[in-house]
T-cell receptor, first 114, second 112 residues
């Protein structure tokens, strides 16, 4: 089954404790991205990657890091989480790096930073 | 600044009627506009894509229009059913853009 998976689905952590949210897709997609979703603000892009070893900042990259060492994986790293990073996070992938292609979203990771 | 607005946060409609959702944008010249459905606690699911040179797109009970003069897209669900209840997101991108910009969504409830 074609899908985007994320782990963990739920995470409660404390300020300053480094964490990684994994994302994997099995569709051989070139393009992957991370979004955060907050009430009233919609989906905002954090980082995106057009291919292996190619990443770029989205609209809200501060406090996040990413890497793309393999085509299928695109982990999101929070080196020192803060409470304002409490949010619902989605990973997405797309066949090509143009907006003429649909995006496939993962199930989401709900992160709470206390 | 660029802005995307989707009509009223919540829309209630009676089963069988046509639901019409609006996506307005300002300071934007999108080449592509996409619509997604999102159920509570789940990731968005792609529904339809329409290009700037297309006036209308249909898929089963869904219809999308794109008016670049009015800077507006309308999303219609005909013969609505309670199972259509969800949040619907519009997303835009210019031709040269590498990313979509999403609206905050409209929550649709279809009442039986």
């Amino acid at each position: 089954e074609a899908q985007v998976t994320q782990n963990p689905r739920y995470l409660i952590t404390v300020t300053g404790k480094k964490l990684t949210v994994t994302c994997s897709q099995n569709m051989n997609h070139e393009y992957m991205s991370w979004y955060r979703q907050d009430p009233g603000l919609g989906l905002r892009q954090i980082y995106y990657s057009m291919n292996v070893e190619v990443t770029d900042k989205g609209d809200v990259p501060e406090g996040y890091k990413v890497s793309r060492k393999e085509k299928r994986n695109f982990p999101l790293i929070l080196e020192s989480p803060s409470p304002n990073q409490t949010s619902l996070y989605f990973c997405a992938s797309s066949q090509r790096n143009t907006p003429s292609y649909e995006q496939y979203f993962g199930p989401g990771t709900r992160l709470t930073v206390t | 600044s660029q802005k995307i607005e989707q009509n009223s946060e919540a829309l209630n409609i009676q089963e069988g009627k046509t639901a019409t959702l609006t996506c307005n944008y300002t300071n934007y010249s999108p080449a592509y506009l996409q619509w997604y459905r999102q159920d509570p606690g789940r990731g968005p699911v792609f529904l339809l894509l329409i290009r700037e040179n297309e006036k209308e797109k249909r898929k089963e009970r869904l219809k999308v229009t794109f008016d670049t003069t009015l800077k507006q897209s309308l999303f219609h669900i005909t013969a609505s059913q309670p199972a259509d209840s969800a949040t619907y997101l519009c997303a835009l991108a210019s031709g040269s853009a590498r990313q979509l910009t999403f609206g905050s969504g409209t929550q649709l409830t279809v009442l039986p």
